[in-house]
C-alpha cells in the first residue's frame, strides 16, 4: 500500500479505523485501482457507477455540459477525497461527467462491500455506515451552497458567497480556493472576463485582496454576512 495508506487514513470514510483495520479490509475487498492522464474521462455522464471512488493522488472535476455547450463544475476532489458515494447506491445514471485534472490515481470499492461487509469486516460496518452518511451529509450542504451562489443576483454577490465559504475557517481570512479562474466562473455561472472584471473592481474597493487562488476578504464591512 506504501503511501497509499497514509490517504486512506484521512479520506472520512475510514474515520475512526486503524490503518490495520483499512489495510485488511482493502486487501479482502474486490478493489480497483485505476490510472488516468490528465483530461482522462473518469465517469461518463450518462453512465452507471456502482463503486466508490477514492482519489489516491491527484485531481478530478466534475462537470455538466449544457444542451448550447456551456460547461458547469458541479465539483472538483482532491487526493484523500470520494467520488460516487451518493450515486453508487441510488441506481440512477450518473448526472455528470468526470474528468482527471492531472495525472490520477482512483481507488474504487463496491458500494455492496461497504454496506454489506462480511465476516470480520461486519464489526467494522457501523462505523463504516456512520462516515458515508455523514459524507453525503457534507455533499448535501455543498451542493445547497452552490444553489444559493448561482441563484444569487449580481456576480458580486456570487462572488462573496463563493469565496465566504472558505474564508469563514481560515485564520486570518486568508485562504486558497480549489478552482482555477476557469472553473470559478463555472461554479458561479459567469463567464471569466466578466469574474475577472469583478474581481479587479473588489480589490481596488479593498473588499478583497487576491494573488492567483489565494484570497483575503475584508470584513470592516461585514461582507460576509450574507
Known sequence: MGSNIEVLQKTKLFTGLSEQEIMSFIENTPVKYRKYKRGEVVITEGEKNSDIGIILSGQI???RVSPNGEVTIASTVEAGGIIGEILSGSGFLSPVTVIAKEKTEILFIPFSSLVEPKGIFAAIQPTLIKNLI???SNKYFALEHRVSVMSAGTIRKKIMLYLCRYCRSSPGYY????HSREQQAAYIGCDRTALSR??????REGIIELNKNSFKVNLKNNHCKI
Open 198 to 203: 469583478e474581481l479587479a473592481a473588489m480589490k
Open 61 to 63: 472535476v466534475a462537470e
Open 175 to 178: 485562504f486558497t480556493v480549489p
Open 134 to 136: 455523514l459524507g453525503i
